[in-house]
């Protein structure tokens, strides 16, 4: 409790909207998150997000005041659900996998994939501790940048 009550009051006057603040807290929580979804000691598995499947996140980022909200369409969310859903049943998950991506679109992305993949463990890179090892199982990503005008289908790729 101590150290979520820290980087709460740390970050107070420097994060204004409640999604800095979260970033805030994962960080100082950060030993003990690894420590619960590591794959043995000191490794963390799994799978990375993509740049283009980031910039898609970003590219549809609107701020309301200070708060930020995605304005991903419905077919983009359900290409974006089903390529990481492909990756990780390909995937041997009986050691747990855990999905990075940046920590701009960690909330909004794990709140995508909540209902498909439940168990599931979205991570930030900055959420990493130190001294733990990061191996990436696989990529995620579009092989050209997706264009949703309806005459072309996007094009997913997993890099294994």
């Given amino acids: 409790m101590e150290t979520i009550l820290t980087a709460i009051v740390l970050q107070w006057d420097q994060a204004p909207d409640r999604q800095q603040l979260l970033t805030a807290v994962r960080t100082a ?41 995605f304005a991903l369409s419905s077919q983009q ?48 890179e900055s959420e990493v501790h130190r001294g733990f090892q990061v191996e990436i199982r696989a990529v995620v990503d579009f092989k050209d940048a997706p264009i949703f005008a309806g005459d072309t289908e996007a094009d997913g790729v997993l890099s294994f």
């Fill in 77 to 124: 969310k359900a290409l974006i659900v089903g390529l990481i859903k492909q990756a990780v049943e390909k995937l041997d998950t009986s050691e747990g996998l855990i999905i990075f991506t940046n920590h701009r679109i960690r909330s909004e992305l794990r709140a995508l994939l909540r209902k498909e993949l439940p168990n599931i463990i979205v991570m930030s």
């Fill in 29 to 69: 929580l950060s030993p003990w998150i690894c420590k619960s979804v590591q794959s043995r000691p000191g490794l963390l598995r799994g799978i990375r997000v993509g740049q283009r499947m980031e910039e898609m996140f970003a590219d549809s980022l609107r701020y309301i005041g200070s708060e930020q909200v």
